[in-house]
């Protein structure tokens, strides 16, 4: 059973792939650096997503993650919807997807 974050995860991700990004979904298992759960690549631009079910925050680990990438020069992008994260990430690539 898809739960409601995983069903927008897969409606976002198959967006991005049809425009021609490139996609990374880690799978984390307590080792190593931590990271979102979505890397994309697109036209030069690095973004990593986090998603979240309907009234989702991210975590205080997960924020910290946020920080270092977008202190690296990333795009960080979450949102608890599916529209958010379309919202968000044509705000960030100048796109409309």
Known sequence: MQTPESKIKKKVRGRLRAAGAYVFSPVQ???GMPTLDDLVCFSGKFVAIEYKA???????????TMKVIRQA???VIWADS?????EELNKALGLEL
């Open 29 to 31: 298992m307590g080792m």
């Open 54 to 64: 309907a009234g989702g925050k991210p975590t205080p680990r997960q924020q910290m």
């Open 73 to 75: 020069g990333g795009i």
């Open 82 to 86: 599916y529209e958010g994260i379309i």
